[in-house]
């Protein structure tokens, strides 16, 4: 008879949620990844993804907004890569353009955000209609 074999430590962790294309559906995809990343011991790169999390779920329950129709985060941490995926997909086709809005407009800088604090951001067509805006983020536990 031979011994157990040791279980392989999990290094890819996931969280998946579909939200209504709401205010109400961006900000508890907010406080979720919250929660997740706080689970997850997530210490560094905490701040800047949970506000990357915030502008992509903004943008696609106001600009990618379809009605009827719902909006996915994933969330992907690769514990020894130290390096957090986020993904926000949504139905809607337009894809969104990162712009320098005059200075006393009130909108418009969330992209800004996003490619200032990722490390790498990008987005590509999904599955279906629409498309997922990603980002990675370098993280410590």
Do not use: C
């Not at 074999?5 to 559906?25: N, Y």
């Not at 987005?123 to 410590?140: F, M, N, Q, Y």
């Amino acid at each position: 008879m031979t011994a157990p074999q040791g279980q392989v430590p999990v290094t890819v962790r996931t969280f998946a949620q579909r939200f209504s294309a709401t205010r109400r559906g961006a900000r508890l995809a907010r406080l979720l990844a919250v929660q997740q990343l706080t689970d997850w011991g997530i210490v560094g790169g905490h701040d800047a993804a949970v506000l990357i999390v915030a502008e992509l779920s903004a943008n696609a329950a106001l600009h990618g907004r379809v009605p009827g129709r719902d909006f996915t985060l994933l969330l992907r941490y690769d514990d020894e890569a130290g390096r957090l995926e986020i993904e926000v997909s949504d139905t809607h086709d337009a894809e969104p353009i990162p712009k320098l809005p005059a200075s006393d407009e009130e909108h418009g800088r969330g992209l800004l955000l996003v490619e200032a604090l990722a490390d790498r951001w990008g987005v590509r067509d999904r599955r279906g209609p629409g498309k997922t805006v990603w980002a990675h983020v370098a993280t410590a536990a």
